[in-house]
């Protein structure tokens, strides 16, 4: 079990490097309009009582202040309070922070703030996300480049970049809003890959902050995994993805303590390029759990998904059947065009038609490998003899490894929720980077 540090331990750590190191926080801060004031009165909220509000966020702000991560990152913000916004802009701007914040749509009154420390990074740019789903969620995209330049990067031209993504996901109510979840994750992933083409970016390494209301056994922490994104804590405290009750970091409405908030690491030389093909992966995956759940074996939701009178699935057979469990819909579901995106990637032959074999293969258990198709295959030969050489150079470029990360309060670090504590539901993340210089193979930046 990974041994727990103090906040003082960290900055001492920071200081002793040899390379600079930086540190991200990641919390979702409980807005006011949401923390009941007590159980009895489901009614009474915070945000009715300022004295309240206005001393739990003057707390807040004073640890984030105390702890001085390089990169902070704020869920459930009251971005509707023009008093405690201002506030936090106040104090974060006069303690040497940039900070955007951004609501959710729809005037919920709560949203998100990043704020990073001048002293650590440049800002290059700012993107905002809505997802302009049901749960009226979003997300902030900052393009932050290093203030300080590592020695051994200094004259090599290595872009010493890194993007930061910090959302908050919708909480799952029932099992209908997975596939949501699921595709709110697919956004960000898809907008950070169209930001990085619009602007011609090689791989950069991407961290990503938030409340993803989920845990270790939810089909967003796996869709995640299998992109190469790895967990900032639980790598630092060596914690395998079986181990998910080593640790907590909120107790929900519901009184179930939970691991939700996460801070993501993606290297360079970790990308999957497969965005799409790793999404039709993980929806796969969800229909495989729901006709599990419903104690179907794979012959079962075999015959499930094809039409009556066929030997074979066929695409009208494939919608019937999943529109019939709530995966296709005009709410909560995938689109038409989504839905036939996933045909492609079942039907990898493109007779029409997917018999048992296939379904096994290409449905049931199937891998990310298994999608690949090289569209440009032909295009690639076309460019001469001297392709295959490039592909075969190697470039230096930025990562970060985790050096160490603190849940606090400490007691969630064993699977506690201890009842004295009154900041919010959520515990308070911490990670500490240290920059990195990686090799990637040349076809990885093409």
Request: charged residues 25%; negative net charge.
């Amino acid at each position: 079990m990974g041994r727990r540090i103090s906040m003082t331990q960290i900055h001492a750590m920071q200081e002793n490097q040899q390379l600079p190191s930086i540190s991200c926080t990641t919390f979702n801060i409980l807005a006011p309009i949401y923390k009941r004031l007590n159980q009895e009165d489901q009614s009474s909220r915070e945000s009715e009582d300022r004295d309240c509000w206005l001393a739990r966020n003057q707390r807040i702000l004073d640890w984030l202040l105390f702890e001085r991560s390089s990169i902070i990152c704020l869920q459930e913000f009251w971005v509707g309070n023009e008093e405690l916004v201002n506030m936090y802009e106040k104090r974060l701007g006069d303690a040497g922070y940039i900070h955007f914040k951004l609501g959710r749509t729809n005037n919920r009154g709560d949203g998100l703030l990043i704020a990073v420390q001048k002293e650590y990074f440049t800002v290059v740019n700012y993107k905002e996300l809505h997802f302009n789903d049901c749960g009226d969620r979003v997300a902030q995209l900052l393009h932050v480049e290093l203030a300080f330049p590592l020695s051994q990067c200094q004259n090599s031209g290595i872009r010493q970049e890194v993007l930061i993504v910090n959302t908050h996901l919708l909480f799952p109510h029932d099992s209908s809003l997975c596939l949501v979840r699921l595709h709110q994750v697919y956004k960000i992933l898809q907008y950070v890959e169209s930001y990085q083409n619009e602007y011609k970016l090689k791989p950069l390494p991407i961290i990503l902050c938030g409340d993803w209301n989920g845990s270790k056994r939810g089909h967003v922490y796996k869709f995640l995994r299998s992109h190469g994104f790895v967990s900032s804590y639980d790598t630092a405290h060596q914690y395998t993805d079986a181990d998910d009750h080593r640790w907590i970091s909120h107790r929900n409405h519901l009184g179930n303590s939970c691991a939700v908030d996460f801070i993501w690491l993606l290297n360079p030389d970790k990308y999957n390029k497969l965005l799409k093909s790793s999404w039709s992966e993980a929806v796969f995956d969800m229909f495989k759990c729901l006709m599990r759940r419903a104690s179907q074996t794979e012959s079962d939701a075999f015959a499930f998904l094809k039409a009556d009178d066929e030997d074979c699935i066929t695409y009208s057979g494939f919608c019937k059947a999943l529109q019939q469990l709530n995966l296709i819909g005009p709410c909560y579901g995938l689109s038409v065009e989504e839905t036939k995106d996933l045909w492609f990637q079942a039907d990898i032959d493109g007779n029409g038609l997917i018999d048992y074999k296939q379904f096994l293969h290409q449905v049931w258990n199937p891998t990310v490998s298994d999608y690949h198709r090289d569209d440009n295959k032909n295009d690639k030969q076309d460019d001469g003899p001297n392709d295959s050489e490039n592909e075969e150079e190697e470039e230096e470029t930025i990562g970060f490894s985790v050096k160490n990360a603190v849940l606090f309060p400490p007691e969630v670090e064993k699977g506690r929720w201890p009842e004295d504590y009154s900041l919010s539901d959520h515990a308070r993340l911490t990670v500490v980077f240290s920059p990195i210089t990686l090799t990637c193979s040349h076809n990885m930046f093409s």
